[in-house]
């Protein structure tokens, strides 16, 4: 067991992974935590050995990444979620590969100027509201990937979850800081201080914390599939809480929610195939377009870390993130989308061409600060005995979401209508895009970065792998299959390694602390690139598969709460 997984589960989850025998193996420094037969790479160890647990019962990937979302929503409440919504890349060892997309939706009654009072545009409405709520998607698609894929019964997936919501869990030190530091921003919803702290005092490490309300929601799931939420008694709740309290959200929203399946993004990267998510996530495009335009520079070459590598990377970012603005929103309303064109090789050519190894591009007039950004999504990586592998990110958007509980259903809502752009033409110092593809409509998908990502060699998996962290998730992934493919490096050196992000606007690269030396940064800055210093970006969950050894590799990524658990 790691050190990060020995500080994270704080008794509980390592009492628990020690008692259903999971190895989580012995990790050193820069090594991967090494599993022979099935691996689990979550934030949370107690959801990790739920996974795992699922597994080592003959359940496939998908069962384990099913239990595993399902454990979160309870034991890692600030992005895991019923709530909320995401994406899930299934990649089988025989067979097609599928992309589930359980995005929220905007509800019936929204509209492209629903966050503008008085035509003025209101951020609290945008994103702290009960119109801040999208419909939520997570236990549609969880369903509809388990109804494609699994083979353990329903029920046993969601009944961990329901468990450890009526018994309650031991708090981490990492939740007691987290649920400390948001209970301030708690106050105005009762449910969500009862649920989320003792009569107001926030809970300490070691505490049980108990979800009554949502160990019953989980129960209804359980025994009724996605009409245990869609309908009756939780769509019940929903409405009320929202008709209270000046949302529009309905029980007809909710009972018209569906999960898509769609074809996942393909691409190729120096012989590798990478599998990514589609729109209404940007981010499948914009790693296979990035990929694509770096493919045709030497970068091992170059060199990690140095500045010829990473004017490179800046500038295919620029480019890609760009593109993100001016094209990309729901397909649904959006059907000219040039989705093949920007993730086409020969648009990479002509973009390359644009660029200058010397000197950087401008993106345009900066009158932009950075977006707010937090790491409050969560991804998770699974690999089975057959080598089936999940790449699921689900989020509730910002840290606990909207704050929102549902009274007497017990779980948080979402504020993911903040993922729309604020209005026709609008442009917020949060770094919003006023463009006309992603504005909010009925029943429309709000553009999302979320990346789950497999990626695959000669037909054989080598790295399941996806991040939190809003606009950054997408260079996130990017630098991780950069740093295994280009440079050579191990998973875990590979999630470790100092990561930079630049998203076209504002026109700045944002670098990791230590992540670049003074004279690199020296050498860039002489390029035209304003380089700006930040804490971390991202936290990864990733499983690279050693075809060679039949050995899975996992990495936890040190930024964050981490856990990789297999046998
Ligand atoms: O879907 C998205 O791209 C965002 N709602 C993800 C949010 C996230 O990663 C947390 N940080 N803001």
Do not use: C
């Not at 046993?156 to 869990?169: D, I, S, Y």
């Not at 914390?209 to 996605?226: K, N, V, Y």
């Not at 689900?394 to 809502?413: C, D, H, M, R």
């Amino acid at each position: 067991m790691s050190t990060t997984m020995r500080r994270n589960v704080a008794g509980a989850g390592l009492f628990l992974a020690a008692w259903l025998g999971l190895a989580a193996a012995l990790g050193g420094s820069t090594q991967p935590i090494r599993a022979r037969q099935a691996m689990v790479v979550s934030q949370d160890a107690i959801a990790s050995a739920v996974g795992a647990e699922v597994m080592r019962e003959g359940g496939n990937a998908v069962d384990a990444a099913v239990a595993t979302a399902f454990a979160l929503a309870v034991t890692y409440p600030t992005a895991g979620n019923i709530g909320g919504g995401g994406f899930l890349v299934y990649r089988p060892a025989e067979g097609d590969p599928a992309a589930y997309d359980f995005r929220e939706v905007a509800p019936a009654g929204s509209s492209p100027t629903m966050f503008l009072r008085d035509g003025e545009y209101d951020p609290v409405m945008h994103h702290s509201s009960h119109l801040a709520v999208g419909v939520p998607g997570t236990v549609a698609g969880l369903h509809l990937a388990w109804t494609g894929h699994g083979s353990l019964p329903w029920a046993r997936l969601v009944e961990p979850a329901v468990r450890l919501a009526r018994e309650g869990f031991a708090v981490s030190d990492a939740l007691a800081r987290s649920l400390a530091g948001v209970l301030p921003r708690m106050a105005p919803y009762p449910a969500s201080v009862a649920q989320f702290s003792k009569d107001g005092e926030p809970y300490a490490a070691g505490d049980v914390l108990r979800q009554p309300d949502l160990a019953r929601t989980l129960e209804r799931i359980a025994a009724e599939g996605p009409d245990g939420f869609y309908r009756g008694e939780t769509a019940a709740l929903v409405e009320r809480e929202m008709a209270a309290n000046g949302g529009i959200m309905t029980r007809a929203d909710l009972a018209a929610y569906r999960a898509v399946r769609r074809a996942p993004i393909r691409g190729t990267y120096r012989g590798h195939e990478v599998l990514s998510m589609p729109p209404i996530s940007s981010g499948g495009t914009a790693i296979v377009q990035m990929l694509n335009i770096l493919e045709h520079d030497d970068l091992a070459a170059s060199g990690f870390g140095s500045a010829a590598t990473v004017h490179l990377m800046i500038e295919a970012m620029r480019r890609a993130y760009a593109d993100r603005a001016r094209h990309l929103g729901d397909p649904a309303f959006n059907p000219a989308m040039p989705v093949e064109r920007l993730t086409s090789k020969a648009y990479a050519s002509e973009l390359r061409r644009t660029i200058d190894a010397e000197r950087a591009s401008a993106s345009s007039p900066d009158s932009f600060e950075w977006p707010r950004e937090g790491g409050e999504t969560t991804h998770l990586s699974v690999v089975d005995g057959a080598r089936n592998a999940v790449s699921l990110t689900y989020t509730l958007e910002q840290g606990y979401g909207s704050k929102i509980t549902v009274p007497g259903a017990g779980f948080l809502l979402n504020n993911e209508m903040g993922d729309f752009n604020a209005g026709p033409g609008i442009t917020t110092d949060f770094g919003l895009i006023g463009t006309e593809p992603n504005l909010a409509a009925p029943g429309k998908r709000m553009l999302s970065s979320m990346s789950p990502t497999i990626v695959t060699r000669d037909g054989r998996l080598v790295l399941v792998t996806g991040s939190p962290g809003g606009r950054t998730i997408i260079n996130t992934v990017l630098q991780t299959i950069l740093n295994v493919v280009d440079h050579g490096m191990n998973v875990q050196e590979a999630v470790d390694a100092p990561r930079i992000h630049h998203q076209w606007l504002p026109d700045a690269t944002r670098y990791e602390r230590w992540g670049l030396s003074p004279d690199t940064l020296a050498l860039l800055e002489a390029r035209g690139h304003r380089m700006v210093e930040t804490r971390v970006q991202g936290a990864v969950s990733a499983i690279y598969y050693d075809a060679e050894e039949d050995v899975l590799e996992g990495a936890e990524d040190r930024r964050r709460t981490s856990a990789a658990v297999g046998f």
